[in-house]
């Protein structure tokens, strides 16, 4: 398989290591990856795709981080269940943006837009006194500014509290700057799939608008 092959419910089957430069325990880099570069879509295997229920139960039971708790247990991986988000934003971007590793995924033109997008938010059972303010680096995001020519549509492609969906927010920290969260991707489901999934949506504050 390619790449580019590797959507995000795929189960894939690969050899990986521990990366030499990146001490985070979470963080692998592919078995042979320098020597072996051009062929690295060799390596690895689709073995499963995870049906909606599966992805709801897997994202719902993996939620209830905070980026408080994770820090200070030093865990670069976390998923949010947000509670209540209090605003998009869009900075622009002043300086060289910060490289992003933490997927495996080359994210494409990333660097090429001149703003960043943040959410502003608290998560269900929040351990920090003041709100979340994380950029956001989701696939999504790019994909909707590659195709409009206003940036600021995005926050209304967001679609805050659409009571019909949960959202969750998949976080990660940044190699060089580790106390240093952002988004990752942002994950929604429709609350009447979480119902047959066996989940309660909780009435969170919904974000929408990616399509699917
Ligand atoms: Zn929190």
Redesign the pocket.
């Known amino acids: 398989m390619g790449m580019d092959e590797l959507a995000r419910w795929n189960v894939v089957s690969v050899e990986v290591t521990d990366s030499d430069t990146d001490h985070r325990d979470e963080s692998y880099k592919i078995a042979g990856s320098k020597t072996d570069w051009d062929h690295l879509f060799r390596k690895v295997e689709k073995v499963d795709e995870l049906s909606k229920h599966e992805q709801i139960q897997l994202t719902d039971r993996l939620s209830g981080d ?3 708790d994770l820090n200070e247990n030093r865990i670069s991986l976390g998923m949010v269940k947000p509670a209540q988000v209090n605003s998009i934003d869009l900075k622009p971007i002043e300086e060289t943006p910060t490289q992003v590793d933490l997927s495996g995924r080359k994210l494409v033109g990333k660097n090429d837009f001149a703003q960043k997008l943040y959410i502003n938010y ?2 269900e059972g ?3 006194k003041t709100p ?1 303010n994380q950029h956001v680096i989701e696939w999504g995001v790019y994909e909707f500014w590659k195709k409009h020519e206003d940036p600021e549509g995005v926050i209304d492609a967001l679609r805050l509290n659409d009571d019909s969906y949960s959202n969750y927010f998949f976080i990660g920290n940044l190699h060089h700057q580790p106390t240093a969260y952002i988004i990752i991707s942002v994950l929604r489901f429709k609350e009447s799939d979480m119902s047959r999934a066996g989940v309660r949506p909780q009435g969170q504050a919904g974000l929408s608008g990616f399509g699917d």
């Open positions: 905070c980026r408080t608290e998560c929040c351990k920090q979340h």
